[in-house]
């Protein structure tokens, strides 16, 4: 069993900046890629960052430039910060991570539960 666990996200104004983690527990053997996705209201869930285990980075292109992905591969975490927030940011913030359990099993997407981005203007 696998959890993933965000943390982070709330209230900002527009130019301010947060910043996401999201650690995941449970039974791991490896973390492949991670990643942050989000979902605003009446919209399909987007892919904002991803980092490869070995830490090579993409973005959308509505982040590039403003927002930043890391992990801490140690303590099993993936984080985002945000800066210059805009009001468009505004999203449930979900962090997904591809793991194996053991080592001849199959690498797996787990979900967090997402955690609410609202930029106000």
């Known amino acids: 069993q696998v959890h993933l666990v965000e943390s982070g996200g709330g209230l900002a104004q527009a130019g301010g900046s947060l910043r996401l983690s999201c650690v995941a527990s449970?039974?791991?053997?490896?973390?492949?890629?991670m990643g942050w996705y989000r979902q605003a209201p009446g919209k399909q869930r987007e892919l904002v960052a991803g980092i490869t285990s070995g830490g090579s980075t993409n973005y959308a292109d509505s982040v590039k430039g403003r927002f930043t992905i890391s992990r801490d591969n140690a303590k099993n975490t993936v984080y985002l910060q945000m800066n210059s927030l805009k009001p468009e940011d505004t999203a449930v913030y979900y962090c997904?991570?591809?793991?194996?359990?053991?080592?001849?099993?199959?690498?797996?997407?787990?979900w967090g539960e997402g955690a609410q981005v609202t930029v106000s203007s």
């Open positions: 449970g039974t791991i053997f490896s973390i492949n890629a």
């Open positions: 997904c991570a591809h793991i194996t359990s053991g080592h001849y099993d199959n690498t797996t997407p787990y």
